[in-house]
């Protein structure tokens, strides 16, 4: 027997008789947070199974969790920081492994030097779609003195939505889950059944249809929450949301049924957000959206005189258009005409959950993150001339123009964590600004080739079983985990930043790069450590809470910051008329614009993204063989008429086509998409989607064509 086949064989023995021990993380497999609990069993370091942390409030847990213990001990995983040695555009960058300290030297040696001769905002700090690393990423951004920070969401997921909303109601919510008051729930543009933690929301959705609440489900797809949910489904043409929102309110007013006293006294621009939908008859509506008259009116009256009413958006599928936040805007108006808001089964403004975080951690608490500093130096943000609303309202830089920061010399250097160079539409062209960094750095869990080969070092993250930031929070209870020791020399996101910043010359400002010290800075606020979490590591912590729910606190006070009563908007009303977007010279009802049209060359509608239940983005396909199992090629959804048209059968060859791009993928055909649209997954690197989008943005929000532009699709 080899040595060390008898040493491991040795170790494996050790483990054995020392047993199973517990360990309690959370999943990361879909990056949404807060996160689904995990309990694992582990022998030594070594982790052997898991299984739902009982009575976590997030719970129990699904197939992409389960998988998260093959990509953990995947071969291919990174385990050292590396470095190119190779130029940039060799076909092979040639990576070696360094140590972490020639890894930090060359980072904060680049910081040092740029920072002298081109000022620290030409450092661009970037986290993808992984939310955990963000509060500490923001730390080191403020803490060097670049306010250009900007993320996924601040790319292409939830931003655009949360725009409209701040500027519409004052506040950001995507709706609630229906209560025992709740007699109507409108779902909009967003599949829970598929997207959602598993049990969790969709579970609570089919309680209250048992409980006999009516479901209006929009969305062109019949999608499993529509299928298992909808008493009306309507199904539109994708990016008309404007046109669809106006056509139920033109019911609505039309009929009497909106709630006059609130819209009087609480909507400023009403009168002319009566003006503007009297046009959207539903027979035009029908014309411009596809979804029949009846089912309208229909939908209108369901939802107005079944009071009160609540909402589910989603965070990206209405606004994936080049009239994102007037598409969004408009469906918020339907609630708000209704008198839903912050009514008890309607819309609450949630009292926020804990003191001190204000949002999820995809936003980071504002102290720890020193959110007040990157304030101060918003002039120099990079997005500010582009995109002033957004600037006004968001602390992140919207990412969408950072092939022209670089071309122009504002950007010099690329600090990621969880970078995907294929979030972006014509993707090439960000790898290629990217690839002309003086610097860039990826912290990633795997070499991902279509981001890594553009970038000069690659340094290994820790997974979920591996790190103990961020902790947990549900409501007001806390919890901890119970990390083993990483694989090879990973380290954590956050011990990374922190390290960097202590690097940097501020220790303290970075606890010495010390994780758990960093997260007691935060449990301060409520008065605990992570010790505590530890001491009650199965149930939490409880933060004594505030007092029950009040609800129209718009007329109290109880909404805005300076106890006044109305909403946080400028006119002190939810605005139809945007006072923020008039400001700027910038259309400020939530008008339609018409999408993208059809042409002989291009007769369909491409509806890129829509979430499987086994893929999160452009992960868990190499990562994860049991999930690539379930769908081992990038399928491309078509209605069954729409195929035959075209001589397509099931597992055909494909070429998809737009103006700006081909890619190859595997028919599909399926009713579950309506004939004149295609859908098809992003993240795949064998056929990445946004080679097809072009680089078209709303031009409030930034936010580019992914569910809007034409195509076509041949047999090859
Ligand atoms: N066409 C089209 N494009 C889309 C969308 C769409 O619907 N259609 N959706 C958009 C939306 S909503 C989103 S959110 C984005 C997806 O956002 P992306 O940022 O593109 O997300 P991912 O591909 O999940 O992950 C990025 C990388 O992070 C790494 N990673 C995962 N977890 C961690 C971690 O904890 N730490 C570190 N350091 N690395 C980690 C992964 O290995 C991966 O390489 O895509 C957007 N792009
Ligand atoms: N399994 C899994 N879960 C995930 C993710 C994942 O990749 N995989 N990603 C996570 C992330 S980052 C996000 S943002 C969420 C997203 O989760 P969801 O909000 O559920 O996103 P989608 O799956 O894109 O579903 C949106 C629905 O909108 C519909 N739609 C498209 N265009 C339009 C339109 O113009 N109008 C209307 N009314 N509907 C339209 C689509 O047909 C689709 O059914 O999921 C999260 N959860
Ligand atoms: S829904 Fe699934 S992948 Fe997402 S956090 Fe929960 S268990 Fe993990
Ligand atoms: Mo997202």
């Known amino acids: 027997m080899a040595k060390e086949e008898k040493l491991s064989q040795e170790k494996a023995t050790a483990l054995e008789a020392e047993g199973e021990v517990e360990g309690y993380t959370f999943c990361d497999g879909c990056n949404e947070v807060p996160f689904c609990g995990i309990k694992f069993f582990r ?14 409030p997030a719970s129990p847990i699904c197939s992409k969790s389960y998988a998260t213990l093959q990509r953990l001990y995947h071969p291919n995983r990174l385990k050292y ?26 980072i904060v040696g680049q910081l040092n030097r740029i920072k002298k001769e081109h000022g620290p905002h030409a450092v661009f700090f970037y986290v993808g779609d992984p939310k955990e690393p963000r509060a500490a990423v923001q730390r080191l951004a403020a803490t060097y003195g670049s306010v250009n920070y900007g993320c996924e969401s601040s790319t292409a997921c939830r931003r655009a939505a949360q725009l409209a909303e701040l500027l519409t109601y004052g506040f950001p919510t995507m709706g609630d889950l229906p209560t025992e008051e709740s007699k109507v729930m409108l779902i909009w543009g967003t599949n829970p059944a598929y997207s959602g933690q598993p049990f969790l ?25 529509a299928g298992t949910l909808a008493d009306i489904h309507l199904r539109p043409r994708p990016a008309t ?137 918003k002039e120099h943000r990079l997005d500010l001339e582009a995109f002033p609303a957004w600037v006004e309202k968001l602390f992140e830089v919207q990412t969408n123009y950072l092939v022209e920061w670089i071309k122009e010399g504002k950007v010099k250097a690329f600090l990621g964590w969880g970078l995907n160079t294929m979030i972006w539409p014509q993707s090439h062209a960000y790898q290629q600004a990217i690839e002309s960094l003086d610097f860039s750095m990826s912290v990633d869990y795997f070499y991902r080739d279509w981001t890594h080969r553009y970038v000069d070092i690659v340094l290994p993250a820790a997974m979920n079983y591996e790190r103990l930031a961020p902790f947990a ?36 400002v970075f606890f010495n790069g010390d ?13 605990i450590t992570y010790e505590d979490l530890r001491k009650n590591q199965e149930t939490g912590v409880s933060i004594p809470g505030k007092g029950v729910e009040q609800y129209k606190k718009y007329e109290t006070g109880g909404i805005r910051p300076d106890g006044k009563p109305g909403f946080m908007t400028p006119s002190g009303k939810i605005e139809a008329v945007s006072m923020v977007l008039e400001k700027y010279g910038i259309p400020a009802l939530p008008e339609f614009k018409e999408p993208m049209e059809t042409t002989s060359e291009y007769p ?19 990562d994860s063989p049991w999930l690539l199992e379930l769908q081992p090629d990038p399928l491309l959804t078509i209605n069954p008429k729409d195929a035959e048209k075209r001589g397509i059968h099931r597992g055909d060859d494909l070429s998809l086509k737009t103006a700006a791009g081909e890619i190859r993928v595997k028919a599909k055909p399926t009713i579950m998409v309506p004939p004149g649209v295609v859908g098809v997954m992003h993240g795949w690197a064998k056929a990445n989607v946004n080679e097809l989008i072009p680089r078209e943005f709303d031009p409030i929000s930034g936010f580019p064509p992914y569910k809007e532009v034409v195509c076509e699709v041949v047999k090859v």
């Open 43 to 56: 022998r030594g370091d070594v982790i052997t199974r898991i299984e739902p942390w009982p009575d976590f």
């Open 81 to 106: 920081p590396m470095k190119r040695t190779n130029p940039k555009g060799s076909s092979d960058p040639g990576f070696v492994r360094i140590s972490w300290d020639e890894a930090y030297d060359m």
């Open 201 to 225: 929301c969709h579970g609570q959705l089919a309680d209250a249809k048992e409980r006999g609440v009516k479901f209006i489900v929009v969305d062109p797809r019949i999608s499993p929450t």
């Open 241 to 377: 949301t404007a046109a669809l929102a106006a056509g139920m309110m033109h019911i609505i007013f039309k009929e009497g049924l909106e709630d006059k006293a609130f819209c009087d006294k609480w909507i400023h621009g009403i009168d002319e957000l009566r003006d503007y939908v009297q046009d959207f008859t539903p027979e035009k509506v029908e014309k411009i959206t596809w979804v029949p008259a009846k089912d309208l009116i229909d939908a209108a009256r369901l939802y107005a005189t079944h009071r009160p009413g609540a909402f589910l958006t989603g965070a990206q599928a209405t606004t994936h258009d080049r009239n994102a936040t007037n598409n969004h805007r408009a469906i918020l108006m339907i609630p708000a005409i209704c008198g839903y808001i912050d009514v008890p089964g309607g819309i609450p403004k949630p009292t926020e959950p804990l003191e001190g975080m204000q949002g999820p951690w995809a936003d980071g608490p504002p102290g720890f993150c020193l959110r007040d500093k990157m304030m101060e130096m």
């Open 473 to 508: 929070y549900f409501g007001r209870k806390v919890f901890g985990r119970t990390p083993v020791k990483p694989q090879g020399e990973c380290r954590e996101d956050w011990q990374i930043a922190l390290e960097i910043g202590t690097r940097l010359g501020y220790p303290d």
């Open 515 to 527: 994780v758990e010290a960093a997260c007691n800075d935060i449990l301060g606020m409520w008065k």
């Open 604 to 622: 369909l509608i491409l509806v890129s993204g829509s979430r499987v239940p086994y893929i999160t983005h452009s992960k868990w396909r190499e």
